[in-house]
Nanobody, 128 residues
Framework: QVQLVESGGGLVQAGGSLRLSCAAS????????MGWFRQSPGKEQDLVAA????????YYADSVKGRVNIPRNNAKNTVYLQMNSLKPEETAVYYC?????????????????????WGQGTQVTAPS
């Protein structure tokens, strides 16, 4: 079992920056690819960014490329989502999720169904 706890959400001006954190307990995060998803009211939960267990490869949704970064620190069992130039339409609940990947894997997956563990979410609000 892996427990994931997100933090760092809040109210930020449009155009501002925010860094979300996802701290894991129970098992080492180094055996998991990690993803950040978000869900706005009335919309589906979408993948924002993902990173392989060894940080070799990352994925970013087209809408966030160039503004978002997903670093991870396996020694601290934590993954982050750095968001810059936030837009009002990015107001959402942000979730981190863990996807077990075999040793030696340098892959991530983009379907929410592939992720095994989820945090409770943290609200990000960027009013217009």
């Amino acid at each position: 079992q892996v427990q994931l706890v997100e933090s760092g959400g809040g109210l930020v001006q449009a155009g501002g920056s925010l860094r979300l954190s996802c701290a894991a307990s129970g098992r080492t995060l180094s055996t998991y690819a990690m993803g950040w998803f978000r869900q706005s009211p009335g919309k589906e939960q979408d993948l924002v960014a993902a990173i392989t267990r060894n940080s070799v490869y990352t994925y970013y949704a087209d809408s966030v490329k160039g503004r978002v970064n997903i670093p991870r620190n396996n020694a601290k069992n934590t993954v982050y989502l750095q968001m810059n130039s936030l837009k009002p339409e990015e107001t959402a609940v942000y979730y981190c999720a863990a996807d077990y990947r075999p040793i030696g894997s340098s892959t991530y997956r983009t379907s929410r169904a592939d992720y095994d563990y989820w945090g409770q979410g943290t609200q990000v609000t960027a009013p217009s």
